[in-house]
């Protein structure tokens, strides 16, 4: 059940850049994401940067089953640098940033690189899924200019980095393909005084210099949202490090064409930064010192009323879900089992979905039309103990039922970096100890398998 291991590649072509600071609720399942890869030159560079939780142990027992995973141990000056520690220790020549509490695509680094080759970009990434244990996994970039294969140019990537609402697809959260030694002759490196927004400013310095930035329409990533997200946490000194940072980009700016979305982008930047100031006075009961930085940008008044909206809706909400003798009533659901495809009867994907449903366990199958789309894929698969993989073809389209507790299932013969468990039909009825077998929350596939669930 574990990821294939693969020996060491003497000349990896795609460096993952990995780095972990107390991870251990997600780490497990973007470590298994990366490692099933279908490209297979790949070494996975995994920082460790002071993590005080199960973080280390889980990056060594990869490391441990998988020669292609380095443990490197961070340096605690932040994120930035960290970034900058994992590049300098990659020895491919392509770098592909991965978040610790992401999950890709098995064929994600095979089709990025695909890409580059095809336009002989400098940089590339695909669109994303954006899911979350609260939210329903969604298309990141969506709209009919997001739905085609093509270049993203310098102006049309700064004018993405304005932040608050209303300002479209925010291409920063793109994670991004790079030729490493591309920004090395040009002494690219990340911002070393940003704990936010690095990646977003590495490619636009990047592409300042010159590299080209190809996209891809199929989303291959899957962004994980959660409360702890470093992205959703900003505080004030982050922001202040951001918009110190665009007004120099400002100050040095000699195209007249790229001087007013910069200048857009800074204004929202400093519109963030009153907004999380005044946020932080209300917090300590300072309410006059909060009028201050809405005085200096008035428009952070907007953003901190709409910060009330919806920190009231959340309240509501969970209050609802406590009061709720409905919900109350309704006991949790059985471990759900997502077929893709249509099982030929008798064969052992068929009479693990029939065992299943004898089990008690909700069963639902997709078919192929429905399995072209990758977010209602993505929507019917979260949660989802078991994913049966009925037809080989389809094993692609089945790799968008995102979940960290999913375990992929097809019969014996079928090949592909996705798959789990092979099965026969007289092994079938072991898959129903992993719809019962307790798992930690977010662990993942590799907790089950270290408990010995196997099939």
Known sequence: MNAPASGPAAEPLVSLLMVARNAAAHIDAALLSARRQSLRRIEIIVVDDGSADATGAIIRSHAAADPRVVPVRGH??????????????????????????????????????????????????????????????????????????????????????????????QLGYLKPLFRIDALRRRGIAYDT?????????????????????????????????????????????????????????????????????????????????????????????????????????PRAAGLLAASAREGLARRAAAWRRRHSDLAAAVPEPPPRVLVCGEPEPGSPVA?????????????????????????????????????????????????????????????EGVRHPLVDIHIAPHTCGNLLALLTAPAMADAGLASRSRAGVSA
């Open 76 to 169: 605690g000056k932040g994120l930035a640098a960290v970034r900058n520690l994992s590049v300098t220790a990659a020895a491919a020549p392509w770098g592909a940033i991965v978040d610790a509490d992401d999950i890709l695509h098995p064929r994600h680094v095979e089709r990025l690189i695909a890409l580059v080759r095809r336009t002989g970009a400098d940089m590339a990434a695909g669109n994303m899924i954006a899911f979350g244990s609260e939210i329903e996994p969604a298309l990141f970039a969506s709209g009919e200019g997001w739905r085609r294969e093509r270049m993203i140019g310098h102006a049309e990537f700064l004018a993405s980095g304005r932040t608050g609402r209303g300002a479209g697809v």
């Open 193 to 297: 005084r940003l704990r936010i927004g690095e990646d977003w400013d590495l490619v636009e310095r990047a592409l300042a210099a010159g590299l080209s930035y190809a996209y891809r329409p199929e989303p291959t990533y899957y962004y994980r949202r959660h409360a702890a997200s470093t992205s959703f946490r900003w505080t004030s000194a982050d922001l202040a490090a951001l918009v110190a940072a665009e007004r120099d980009r400002l100050a040095a700016e000699q195209d007249a064409a790229l001087l007013e979305a910069r200048r857009a982008r800074l204004a929202s930047l400093e519109d963030e930064l009153a907004h999380s100031e005044a946020v932080a006075c209300l917090k300590a009961r300072k309410v006059w010192r909060a009028l201050a930085p809405l005085l200096r940008r």
């Open 351 to 411: 009479i693990a979905a029939a065992l299943a449903a004898a089990g008690g366990h909700g069963v639902r199958q997709l078919g192929a039309a429905e399995l072209a789309d990758p977010v209602a894929t993505a929507r019917a698969g979260q949660g989802a103990a078991l994913v049966l993989i009925a037809q080989e073809r389809l094993a692609d389209a089945a790799a968008h039922a995102i979940g960290d507790g999913a375990a992929f299932v097809a019969a």
